[in-house]
């Protein structure tokens, strides 16, 4: 079993940084990416960041120079660290990995539960 947990999100003004965490557990023999989304009500889930396992960097137009994505391999843990945050970020975060377990031979799409992200004064 694999389980993808994420954290850091809560409420700030506009201009200000939050750091989001997701974590991976389980019988975990490697990780091939992992990637941030995020979801409004009424609206798809939209790609934020992502990085691979050679720590190639991705991201959306919307958060090129302000969010930056990192990985600890040995923690099995990424980060998207957001900084001068706008209202229109407000919004749920979700993380997603794609893993390569004990058990399989090809590698699997895990998602978190989401943690809210509300920017606002």
């Known amino acids: 079993q694999v389980q993808v947990v994420e954290s850091g999100g809560g409420l700030v003004q506009p201009g200000g940084s939050l750091r989001l965490s997701c974590v991976a557990s389980g019988s975990i023999r490697s990780i091939n990416f992992m990637g941030w989304y995020r979801q409004t009500p009424g609206k798809e889930r939209e790609f934020v960041a992502g990085i691979n396992w050679s720590d190639t960097t991705s991201y959306a137009g919307s958060a090129k120079g302000r969010f930056t994505i990192s990985r600890d391999n040995a923690k099995n843990t990424g980060y998207l660290q957001m900084n001068t945050l706008k209202p229109e970020d407000t919004a749920v975060y979700y993380c997603?990995?794609?893993?390569?377990?004990?058990?399989?031979?090809?590698?699997?799409?895990?998602w978190g539960q989401g943690t809210q992200v509300t920017v606002s004064s």
């Open positions: 997603n990995a794609v893993i390569n377990t004990m058990w399989s031979g090809v590698p699997n799409n895990y």
